[in-house]
């Protein structure tokens, strides 16, 4: 069953033994969200969030229900009502530029086998959809070609008047594909034109340094290890959550440049690249924890795990093929993955989060809670223009001059 698209759904883990991982004090320097702000209103585990504009944002759970939410106050602008049983997937989709009617769609999946497509800007239902057989596990944009997807045991096309494309030979963009992952470790490209698989991987694995042509790949036993639960990449990078670790994968040298095996104590089940070569991971043992990704310089050939990773070249080299690349790496810049802050609020496994440039980051759990998490030197600094904002409007500020 596809279970996942990029950005797409999951299902939840068990949780993982406890085992030996990086720890931070309380003098987090480099942390900046040291204010937090509660907002409750759902009834059950928040597994979803999705941003709507630069303002705000919606949730979405196992009670049903969405949620929008001011990003910046934390106030609740509107609640979804209309699936009865949980929501198994939510997405935006924005209108192309060129539409003359600028609304926003959302799109949300439910285990009552609907979709419903919504208006973003009030509580209306612009249509459902009820022919699916099965749960919609995820739902995509491919914004390019004005066209979504849902997967679920089938994977369907459909377009902004939610026609299903039973063919897609009338897409005539070049170069488009996108990527699913599931939780027994398959990595899959698809190509957007026919749907073909461009590449698929299957296995993880940690090579030994002595591994040759002759030595069979020891494959992790424990599915939760090669679970891929999510990724995103870059211009430069693909960044994944595997089991409990994190992994940073070079599109440029074809090869994971940098790894925390185990990054939390339990699954990891997100992961975003923020600004300033940042990455942010939740898991669920509760805890969100902030990486920086420093270039180091590797002065002798390490083993680095590649396994699905190494989607543009698959099977075994012969030593002799080995060599080079083992010369050439000796010398190749490396990185590391820094654990520079660890957010501690919520007390069950954080699902996921979002990241506002302007109003920090947003976080929800299975313990029903979401969690604005704020700068706490932008948000004093705002505190202090208000207040003297405030007293020039009244005349207070040039009586105390």
């Known amino acids: 069953m596809l279970r996942w698209l990029i950005g797409g759904g999951r299902e939840p883990q068990g949780l993982a033994e406890k085992s030996p991982l990086q720890t931070i004090g309380e003098e987090q320097t480099q942390n900046p969200y040291t204010e937090l702000l509660v907002l409750k209103a759902h009834h059950d585990i928040v597994r979803f969030l999705v941003q709507l504009d630069d303002y705000r944002f919606a949730s979405a759970g196992d009670d049903g229900i969405v949620v929008v939410w001011n990003a910046q106050t934390g106030e609740k602008l509107l609640e979804l009502n209309g699936h009865t049983q949980k929501i198994t997937a939510i997405i935006t989709f924005p209108s192309l530029e060129s539409c003359e009617e600028k609304n926003q769609l959302i799109l949300t999946a439910s285990a009552d086998r609907t979709v419903i497509v919504w208006d973003g800007d009030t509580t209306r239902q612009v249509q459902r959809i009820s022919c699916f057989q099965s749960t919609v596990k995820c739902l995509t944009v491919l914004q390019r070609l004005d066209v979504w997807l849902s997967g679920g045991n089938d ?3 459909w377009n902004r008047k939610l026609d299903l494309l039973c063919k897609t030979s009338h897409l005539s963009d070049t170069d488009l594909s996108f990527v699913t992952g599931s939780h027994i470790g398959e990595l899959i490209i698809w190509d957007a034109l026919d749907w073909t698989m ?6 993880f694995w940690d090579p030994s340094p002595q591994l040759d042509t002759q030595q069979e790949i020891k494959l992790c036993q424990k599915s939760n290890d090669i679970s891929i639960h999510h990724f995103t990449c870059d211009e430069e990078n693909v960044f994944a959550a595997v089991g409990r670790g994190l992994y940073v994968y070079s599109l440029q040298m074809k090869r994971v440049i940098a790894c925390q095996k185990t990054a939390h104590d339990s699954n990891v089940l997100h992961i975003a690249r923020l600004p300033n070569r940042q990455l942010i991971s939740c898991s669920e043992d509760g805890s969100v924890r902030i990486w920086e990704l420093r270039e180091k310089q590797q002065l002798a050939a390490e083993p680095v795990p590649t396994g699905f990773f190494n989607m543009w ?9 080995s060599q080079p690349v083992k010369k050439q790496q000796e010398n190749a810049t490396s990185c590391s993955l820094e654990l520079i802050g660890d957010l501690i609020g919520h007390s069950s496994s954080v699902e996921m989060f979002l990241y506002f440039e302007d109003h920090g980051l947003v976080t929800c759990s299975a313990d029903h809670l979401i969690i604005l998490w704020k700068n706490g030197e932008r948000e004093s600094g705002l505190r202090s223009l208000r207040l003297f904002q405030k007293l020039e409007e ?4 040039y009586l105390a001059v």
């Open 155 to 157: 994977l369907c096309v």
């Open 198 to 203: 461009q590449a698929y991987e299957r296995n």
């Open 313 to 321: 070249g698959f099977g075994r080299v012969n030593k002799q093929a």
């Open 394 to 397: 009244n005349g207070d500020l």
